[in-house]
């Protein structure tokens, strides 16, 4: 379908001289105030332990590949953040909606696809470690060396930068209605489709594309990591060593349920199915609540980084009393 108040298509909507509305939550004229002062608090919170996470591993003098994943991990999630919730908050302020160059929103959707896709194959590189730790415990130092995590991180961030690119330049390369008004608050990708002058289903098709690629085959890898996992623990006679093995991988599947759960739920379905008021409360949540819960979960479920944060605190009170 086309877009509302779309009498035309613009062939010079590819001009990077033209400029966006994002309407933000203009018609939330009651509830700027208190939404802008829990999300600035939820935003500064999740700053804070991502960054605490970051040090925490960073000042660790050994760190094993479950660590390093989490570094790279809090590292994912503070640019994430630092993209999306900034122009968020200041949709909360701005009353008529706030504008974003044509260059401004391309960057925006590709840095905000592309982080998301490298936590997506980041989350299939820990979940081959916790295979790797569970199923072949004697080979797991030689297998999970440090060259294979560093090229596994560096593998992550290339991919979904790639896709991303691919993703951005599809749907840029579309004619837009007139207006130009988002209603979003940040260029998301069912936002621009949905403005775009166009009666096919054809502009969707990147986007699927990028879904098979950052979605599902990486649930897929993880899906029989965890298979072979649990066919593994199964073979473990006492009850309390299985309990004790597949502890370690609870924080590493509550967060993949929690990414690819929302993730699912955002892109993966048909442009008519889009309600503007109702997915831009959804990203609100799925962009600031769900990064808040990702240092909670680990810092609460992994050994690992509650050891190191104990050692960071534990360092910087004895700097103080020294």
Do not use: W
């Not at 094993?64 to 968020?88: D, G, H, K, N, W």
């Not at 593998?155 to 008004?181: D, K």
């Not at 029989?224 to 093995?245: E, F, M, N």
């Amino acid at each position: 379908m086309p877009c509302e108040g779309c009498m035309e298509r613009d062939n010079k909507s590819t001009d990077p001289t033209t400029e966006f509305l994002l309407l933000g939550f203009s018609e939330l004229l009651c509830l700027r105030v208190l939404l802008f002062l829990i999300f600035l608090i939820v935003h500064l919170v999740t700053l804070a332990g991502n960054v605490m996470i970051f040090i925490a591993v960073v000042m660790e003098p050994s760190r094993p590949p479950m660590l390093f994943f989490l570094c790279q991990l809090s590292v994912i999630e503070l640019c994430y953040t630092l993209v999306i919730v900034p122009r968020a908050l200041l949709s909360l302020i701005v009353v008529d909606g706030s504008t974003i160059s044509f260059i401004g929103c391309a960057a925006q959707m590709h840095l905000f696809v592309a982080l998301g896709g490298a936590e997506c194959f980041l989350l299939v590189a820990m979940s081959y470690d916790r295979y790797v730790a569970i199923c072949q415990p004697l080979h797991y130092v030689a297998v999970m060396s440090e060259g294979l995590c560093l090229r596994l991180a560096v593998a992550c961030c290339l991919g979904g930068f790639a896709v991303a690119l691919g993703l951005t330049v599809a749907v840029f390369r579309l004619p837009f209605c007139q207006s130009r008004r988002i209603n979003h608050f940040f260029c998301d990708v069912p936002a621009m489709l949905h403005l775009a002058c166009t009666r096919s289903y054809t502009p969707e098709l990147p986007l699927l594309a990028a879904c098979v690629l950052l979605l599902l085959l990486p649930f897929l890898l993880i899906l029989t990591s965890y298979v072979c996992i649990a066919a593994a623990l199964l073979r473990v006679t006492p009850s309390v060593g299985r309990c004790k093995a597949f502890s370690t991988c609870v924080s590493h599947l509550a967060i993949t349920l929690l990414h690819y759960g929302c993730a699912t739920f955002m892109y993966i379905r048909p442009k008519s199915s889009y309600s503007p008021a109702h997915d831009k409360m959804v990203s609100l949540v799925y962009t600031n609540i769900t990064p808040l819960l990702y240092p909670f979960i680990y810092s609460l479920r992994n050994k690992e980084i509650r050891g190191a944060l104990r050692k960071m605190l534990k360092r910087k009170k004895t700097a103080q009393l020294n």
